[in-house]
């Protein structure tokens, strides 16, 4: 496949995204391909560990390719985006509980579906260049592949924040996040490579990692605590507004851009999350009942018209300037019945009611 490299060297499992031109953005197949070699090499005594990275200088993974689910979605066609969301999570939580070591090594951008590729494994290296982000509220999704439980694992209400703001985690934000583990320089990325594959010993990892320095978030934690504990959007935005400091203005007018069905649903999923055993397949399952909607009854199609297909940057939400009806928030995560999540029968761990 032209998108993705996979083979073993060595004592490793190499999995390389090879679409430097677009950004490495993930599509259908190479989710599939993914799991497929997860899934062979599991058993393989010869592979040690799993290695993920990708071509090129600007992205690790921009997220998912959301071309074809806009125009499937455009032509009524809601089963393929069910599909291919249903199987990426697979694959995402795969990853999260796979039996060997899973190293992935973010460069650049690692957004959306490239937080469920490399922000699962046990073993994730930022760099210099790197900024991890959760932008799906920019268009009409909640945090998904996963994403949810990282932000509702994060410090404090520092996930809400995340969430809603779809803001950029450099190499310190993201080790303190709880996004990635270690800092290496990225000059000492293709000899960790070629040492992981000699050895099969993640051991190396740790003799070659730096500190990532002090994340700007755990300096502001007291504030966003505070402007972030509400129960509902509506909580969060009226303690933005009454604050007036110069964090919360900023964060307000963000938030302006982005739909907020999407940002009501997002603190619902993460509410949800923390009041329950957390747990990979709860937030997946939660994540779905959302995706599963998205394409017929949420701002996703809008967001994407507007952002990525017209590019002209004015979606039209729909509670654009109104509170969002609680309503509307328990429509889009009411169970799917026999159409929920499941992960497939060597993955599941609990029953996600």
């Known amino acids: 496949m032209s998108d993705i490299s996979i083979r073993v060297t060595g004592k490793a499992g190499r999995i390389t995204l ?67 969301w249903r199987d990426e999570y697979q694959m995402n939580a795969r990853i999260f509980s796979y039996p060997k070591p899973v190293v992935s090594l973010l460069q650049g951008f690692v957004m959306g579906g490239g937080v469920g590729l490399g922000c699962h494994g046990s073993h994730r290296i930022v760099g210099e260049t790197t900024k991890i982000s959760m932008p799906e509220v920019a268009i009409g999704l909640v945090p998904d592949v996963g994403g949810s439980l990282m932000l509702a694992l994060a410090p404090g209400r520092l996930g809400e924040y995340l969430a809603l703001t779809a803001s950029r985690l450099k190499a310190a934000d993201a080790v303190y996040a709880g996004f990635a583990d270690h800092f290496i320089p990225q000059a000492l990325w293709p000899a960790l490579i070629s040492e992981l ?31 972030f504990n509400g129960e509902t959007l ?67 199609l809008e967001g994407i018209r507007a952002l990525i297909i017209d590019k002209d940057r004015r979606p039209q939400w729909r509670h654009a300037g109104k509170p969002v009806p609680v309503a509307d928030v328990s429509q889009m995560l009411m169970p799917l019945g026999a159409a929920r999540f499941r992960l497939t029968s060597d993955l599941a761990t609990e029953d996600a009611s």
């Open 234 to 300: 509506a909580d969060i935005e009226a303690q933005l507004t009454s604050d007036g400091s110069q964090l919360a203005l900023e964060t307000l007018e963000g938030m302006a851009k982005h739909s907020p069905l999407a940002m009501a649903s997002a603190v619902e999923v993460i509410h949800r999350l923390r009041a329950s055993y957390l747990s990979i397949e709860k937030a997946l399952e939660l994540e779905y009942r959302f995706t599963y909607r998205a394409q017929e009854h949420s701002d996703f």
């Open 197 to 227: 594959e000699n050895s099969g010993d993640v051991g190396h990892i740790e003799t070659l990692t730096q500190s990532a320095g002090v994340s700007d978030y755990s300096e502001k934690a007291t504030l966003i605590d505070a402007l």
């Open 18 to 84: 090879t679409r430097a031109g677009a950004l490495n953005a993930l599509n259908y197949d190479m989710c599939l391909a993914v799991d497929a070699a997860l899934q062979d090499w599991q058993d393989n005594p010869d592979v040690k560990l799993v290695i993920i990275d990708a071509e090129g200088d600007k992205a690790f993974c921009a997220g998912g390719d959301i071309a074809e689910l806009y125009a499937q979605g455009r032509a009524g066609n809601f089963a393929y985006g069910q599909k291919f």
